[in-house]
T-cell receptor, first 114, second 116 residues
Framework: QKEVEQDPGPLSVPEGAIVSLNCTYSNSAFQYFMWYRQYSRKGPELLMYTYSSGNKEDGRFTAQVDKSSKYISLFIRDSQPSDSATYLCAMSAQRGSTLGRLYFGRGTQLTVWP | DADVTQTPRNRITKTGKRIMLECSQTKGHDRMYWYRQDPGLGLRLIYYSFDVKDINKGEISDGYSVSRQAQAKFSLSLESAIPNQTALYFC???????????????FGPGTRLTVL
């Protein structure tokens, strides 16, 4: 079983829709949760970062972590064509040592059509 | 100019050839990483370096080697390329202030390598 599972999609939605992207994980030691966005022919860039459980909001983006279910989500409100990209979740267990290595999901390809 | 650059951007080579992929950064970061990305498998860590004198294997280091020539430069070599090393390769950097891998990692644009 992979450490991090993520449905690769593809996911196609109309402009203005609410998008929900999700990952599940198996390692209960994970505490740091990240979402990266990767545009076509580009490297990933960090979108959001959360620690432990709870929600974090940044503009149209909300990241949620449910450690009891080992489930994280990224919600995009009022989605725009410019949100079309691959979204990768990533997580790690511990700071300050090699145990903090990032584990990435496979990425979900999102297309927002006008 | 981009903060993290990779050369070449695309490379086609034949089985058995030695290939070097280069990464340079102007961010002043101590930490550098090499990943490969395959369709359906996500990003996997090949090697990482927390400073010039520190080199560590990642989860898939077999068949690869690295050299950290300076703080700003980190090269990945395929000693004898094989077709299943066909992938998109990314270099990344981080500043180390948060500790470990939880630092924000900044990725280069990638090198698309095809081994025939």
């Amino acid at each position: 079983q992979k450490e991090v599972e993520q449905d690769p999609g593809p996911l196609s939605v109309p402009e203005g829709a609410i998008v929900s992207l999700n990952c599940t994980y198996s390692n209960s030691a994970f505490q740091y949760f990240m979402w990266y966005r990767q545009y076509s022919r580009k490297g990933p860039e960090l979108l959001m970062y959360t620690y432990s459980s709870g929600n974090k909001e940044d503009g149209r983006f909300t990241a949620q972590v449910d450690k009891s279910s080992k489930y994280i989500s990224l919600f995009i409100r009022d989605s725009q064509p410019s949100d079309s990209a691959t979204y990768l979740c990533a997580m790690s267990a511990q700071r300050g040592s090699t145990l903090g290595r990032l584990y990435f999901g496979r990425g979900t390809q999102l297309t927002v059509w006008p | 100019d981009a903060d993290v650059t990779q050369t070449p951007r695309n490379r086609i080579t034949k089985t058995g050839k030695r290939i070097m992929l280069e990464c340079s950064q102007t961010k002043g970061h101590d930490r550098m990483y090499w990943y490969r990305q395959d369709p359906g498998l996500g990003l996997r860590l090949i090697y990482y370096s927390f400073d010039v004198k520190d080199i560590n294997k990642g989860e898939i280091s077999d068949g690869y080697s690295v050299s950290r020539q300076a703080q700003a430069k980190f090269s990945l070599s395929l000693e004898s390329a094989i077709p299943n090393q066909t992938a998109l390769y990314f270099c990344a950097t981080s500043d180390g202030t948060s500790g470990g891998f939880t630092d924000t990692q900044y990725f280069g644009p990638g090198t698309r390598l095809t081994v025939l």
